[in-house]
């Protein structure tokens, strides 16, 4: 199951850089009516003179979860190890399927795992749906540079369908076709919620009550911050940051709930043994007490039968 595992990932990692990196798949074509208004906002430079650039984004996105998870695990681990209520056969080495892992760090790898591979999932589906609509961007028209008299445009409503109606910079032409959905808003929102959700669910020393939803809620508080930035920089619609929130949360809670579990559940010394031990056969073989009705038809049944084998 392990080496089916990292095939899966693998293959989520290739498909996000043929997405992200190469021209495999092509951008729809969106035209546009000229001289409209919701496709002249200015445009304030590359994403790299953004409030929130895509290094800070990417490096805040990938490095606070896996720091904060290893912490989280660490502490808890050896918290449990010192209690007396700690099962002693978790100190031993727990047996994979290809190696020997510690419980802590094979614990530490899955959720980082499952973390990693949905931080993929939402790169992939909002890619897809960047190439499959082609939404225009709110600077597009200021970047695309269309020579309106060349394109008969003394018409406000004339619609322009062609890819060669611009004459800007084909880059920033291209990069202001991707914008539905949001990139930044979906990936701010995943982390944010699979870093709510694990800290709720796994942290459970006396005197967070408070503590618990107020870090929560900063997570939170910063993704939503960022889909603002996003609108008030005029580099997506509302409708794309909505659109990318909804992804990233429905990714997040899909693999917290259904993957691994809201973060419960005892580690096994082998995880792909069943949850629950095989029932212990001498209880089985145990007998049962009847009921005086049980017994009453027991013995009728019992003298019917002695009696037809003397007949016989």
Avoid at 126 to 135: I, S
Wanted: hydrophobic content about 45%; aromatic content about 14%; overall charge neutral.
């Amino acid at each position: 199951m392990l080496y089916f595992q990292l095939v899966i990932m693998a293959g989520t990692i290739m498909l996000a850089y043929y997405f992200e990196y190469t021209d495999t798949f092509t951008v729809h074509v969106q035209g546009f009516f000229c001289y409209d208004t919701s496709y002249t906002k200015p445009y304030l430079g590359p994403e790299e003179s953004s409030a929130v650039p895509p290094i800070l984004l990417y490096a805040v996105v990938a490095g606070l979860p896996t720091l904060l998870i290893t912490i989280t695990e660490t502490v808890l681990f050896l918290v449990q190890y010192t209690s007396k209520e700690f099962d002693r056969s978790e100190k031993i080495v727990a047996t994979g399927d290809c190696c020997y892992l510690n419980p802590l760090v094979r614990r530490t790898f899955r959720f980082l795992g499952v973390y990693a591979f949905g931080l993929f999932t939402v790169d992939i589906f909002v890619n897809a749906g960047q190439v499959v609509t082609g939404n225009l961007a709110p600077y597009f028209l200021t970047v695309c540079k269309p020579n309106y008299t060349a394109l008969g445009c003394q018409q406000a409503l004339r619609y322009i369908s062609h890819q060669e109606a611009c004459t800007g910079n084909q880059d920033d032409v291209l990069r202001a076709r991707k914008t539905f959905p949001s990139k930044e808003a979906a990936l701010s929102i995943y982390a944010a919620l699979y870093l709510a959700m694990y800290v709720t669910c796994t942290v459970q020393a006396k005197g967070t009550r408070l503590a618990k939803p107020v870090m929560s809620l900063g997570f939170m508080c910063l993704a939503f911050l960022t889909g603002l930035n996003r609108v008030a920089e005029y580099r997506n619609h509302w409708s794309d940051v909505i659109a990318g929130f909804i992804i990233g949360m429905a990714i997040a809670t899909f693999l917290v709930v259904c993957v691994v579990h809201n973060f419960k559940g005892k580690l096994l010394l082998n995880e792909d043994s069943p949850a629950e031990s095989q029932p212990n056969t001498a209880m089985l073989n145990m007998g049962h007490l009847d009921s005086p009705l049980e017994k009453y038809i027991a013995s009728q049944v019992g003298e019917r039968f002695t009696r037809q084998v003397w007949q016989n």
